[in-house]
T-cell receptor
Framework: GAVVSQHPSRVICKSGTSVKIECRSLDFQATTMFWYRQFPKQSLMLMATSNEGSKATYEQGVEKDKFLINHASLTLSTLTVTSAHPEDSSFYIC?????????????FGNGTRLTVT | TQLLEQSPQFLSIQEGENLTVYCNSSSVFSSLQWYRQEPGEGPVLLVTVVTGGEVKKLKRLTFQFGDARKDSSLHITAAQPGDTGLYLCAGESGNTPLVFGKGTRLSVIA
């Protein structure tokens, strides 16, 4: 089945530094990928929709200058958390669809646990 | 804004019991999906329902999509410890991104 790979799985960084998270579709091309954030014991909150070759679409309340998204190829999207602060600590998950048809499922990466100290 | 309300939020039951998780909205969805997520991992798709009134079965799990396509339920028969996890419903309509419910955290005790 379709596989989405996310890297790294865990990262610890100091406050003020930047962290890049990669999301790859391993056996399919994804023109659109989605980035979610999940706080402990809560559901997934959509942060942005990453579009290959164009600007990402951010959800209301998500700072585009803080969460930089680059979707440079059909198999790779990256999320960079710039000038990270402890409140950015969270579980970040990416996903992609194999096709865009009605009801086509999202395939999720295994997430990245970010801890900002 | 489309919202999906899931209930209950938490559920702790004994092995062998049955349970039902509900997913409700005031909005109509063109499709609804159920996912299961384990700690430290991404959600894994269980089922997609697209037709009002549709019922799908996956071993001991039965999924139903409401006739009006505003609600859905997940019923687990004879729950096992391996069913423990976070169950998420997610719906979409038109070109809007998938909207997730807040999840139901299920704990099945042996």
């Amino acid at each position: 089945g379709a596989v989405v790979s996310q890297h790294p799985s865990r990262v610890i960084c100091k406050s003020g530094t930047s962290v890049k998270i990669e999301c790859r579709s391993l056996d399919f091309q994804a023109t659109t990928m989605f980035w979610y954030r999940q706080f402990p014991k809560q559901s997934l909150m959509l942060m942005a929709t990453s579009n290959e070759g164009s600007k990402a679409t951010y959800e209301q309340g998500v700072e585009k200058d803080k969460f930089l998204i680059n979707h440079a190829s059909l198999t790779l999207s990256t999320l960079t958390v710039t000038s990270a602060h402890p409140e950015d600590s969270s579980f970040y998950i990416c996903s992609a669809r194999v096709t865009g048809g009605l009801g086509s499922p999202l395939h999720f990466g295994n997430g990245t646990r970010l801890t900002v100290t | 804004t489309q919202l999906l309300e899931q209930s209950p939020q938490f559920l702790s039951i004994q092995e062998g019991e049955n349970l039902t998780v509900y997913c409700n909205s005031s909005s109509v969805f063109s499709s609804l999906q159920w996912y299961r997520q384990e700690p430290g991992e991404g959600p894994v798709l269980l089922v997609t329902v697209v037709t009002g009134g549709e019922v799908k079965k996956l071993k001991r799990l039965t999924f139903q999509f409401g006739d009006a396509r505003k609600d859905s339920s997940l019923h687990i028969t004879a729950a096992q410890p391996g069913d423990t996890g976070l169950y998420l419903c997610a719906g979409e309509s038109g070109n809007t991104p998938l909207v997730f419910g807040k999840g139901t955290r299920l704990s099945v005790i042996a």
